[in-house]
Structures are given as C-alpha cells and as structure tokens.
C-alpha cells in the first residue's frame, strides 16, 4: 500500500544549524507531496507542497524537492531558530485517489538557542 | 474566518460513556476528515465526507459513527468509550480533487481526550 516514512526523531540542534529530515514515499500512482508542521498545541499546518517531479517548494526558509527518480521529500533549512521547534509531517496524496491524504509518522525537532 | 473549529479541547471519559466531537468550518469546505494521532504513528483517518450528508469510512473507523448533516459541521460519536480511543482527535477540510490534486487540508486545533 501507499506509504510514508520520515527519520526518526527527536532532532535536536543548535540555533543557526542546518536542518534535513528525510522523507521518503512509496505509492501506487503518482502523488502531491506535502509538509506540515504542528506547533505545540495546536493542528497541523501546512508548510509547503510540490505536485510533480522536480517540483520545489518553500515556505519560510524551508525547501523540499520532488525526487522521483528517489522518491524523496526532503525537508532542509539552512539555519534554524528556536521558534522552528515543532513536529513536521511529510505527506503524500494520490491525485486519482479521492481527497485521502497518507502520512508519515512525524518528526519532533528541538531547536535550542 | 475562523477555518476549522472543534469543541471541546479536552474531555476526560469514563469506559462505556458515550460523546460527540463536533468540528465546524466556515470555508465552504466540501470534504471533512477526522483523524486520530497517535504517538508514533503520525495521523490515521477515521472516517470522511466528500458532501453533506455521505460518509465513508477511513482507516481505522471501528468503533466510531458519524454524521455530515450539514455542509459546514461533521460530527465524531463514540457510542462506547475504551481506553484504545484515547488519543488526540483532529479534524481537517478540503476542496474536492476534481482539476487540483494539489489541494491542502485545512486542519482544527485538536480535542484531546482520555478515556480511563
């Protein structure tokens, strides 16, 4: 079946550092790939998307390219801050697939100043 | 606008007491979802709506029933409560697929309930 699998966390770093969480997907079709970030207390909100091959998206400093050749998401900032620290979702949603969305288990990250 | 909303934030159950979570968007969303997060396992889907009075059932619907009576509210019952449904519930909104695969859901802020 349709799947998603990040890193393992918690990534704790530095303020400044740089940051990668990897994503990975396996699907049946060929999908949207989304980020998400859950702040403390709160829903999810999504941070950036990319809806075919090669396709970069960014938001707020954060990157991710569509990889299909590896399908891969990876998720990058070149230099964290403390207000980063959150849990980021790596997701995938098939385009002939209704509206279901599959996510990946989440990775916490811990940004210390 | 207030996107989506879901009461109550916190609720503690007894095994066997029954409730409802009600979620409400106000962005004339035609899906809902509901979610359960887990740690560890990231989001699973309980059941959705792809209109005002469907549903269908997601991932993991057992032991939970739903109703869309209306477009903008998408109601989560637990008929009989079990310390395995304690978790963090979400509710989430989207536009349908049809011409933009790209679509986002829009999330609540959670209900977090505890079931002893």
């Known amino acids: 079946g349709d799947s998603v699998t990040q890193m393992e966390g918690p990534v704790t770093l530095s303020e400044e550092a740089f940051l990668t969480i990897n994503c990975t997907y396996t699907a049946t079709g060929y999908p949207s790939l989304f980020w998400y970030v859950q702040y403390p207390g709160e829903g999810l909100q999504l941070l950036l998307k990319?809806?075919?091959?090669?396709d970069k998206g960014s938001n707020k400093g954060f990157e991710a390219t569509y990889r299909k050749e590896t399908t891969s998401f990876h998720l990058e900032k070149g230099s964290v801050q403390v207000s980063d620290s959150a849990v980021y979702f790596c997701?995938?949603?098939?385009?002939?697939?209704?509206?279901?969305?599959?996510f990946g288990p989440g990775t916490r990250l811990s940004v210390l100043p | 606008n207030a996107g989506v909303t879901q009461t109550p934030k916190f609720r503690v159950l007894k095994t066997g007491q029954s409730m409802t979570l009600l979620c409400a968007q106000d962005m004339n969303h035609e899906y809902m979802y509901w979610y359960r997060q887990d740690p560890g396992m990231g989001l699973r889907l309980i059941h959705y709506s792809v209109g005002e009075g469907t549903t269908a059932k997601g991932e993991v619907p057992d032991g939970y029933n739903v109703s869309r009576l209306k477009k903008q509210n998408f109601l989560l019952g637990l008929e009989s409560a079990a310390p395995s449904q304690t978790s963090v519930y979400f509710c989430?909104?989207?536009?349908?697929?049809?011409?933009?695969?790209?679509?986002?859901?829009?999330f609540g802020p959670g209900t977090r309930l505890t079931v002893l």
């Open positions: 989430a909104s989207s536009y349908p697929t049809s011409g933009r695969p790209y679509n986002e859901q829009f």
């Open positions: 997701a995938l949603k098939l385009k002939d697939y209704g509206q279901n969305f599959v």
């Open positions: 990319a809806t075919k091959a090669d």
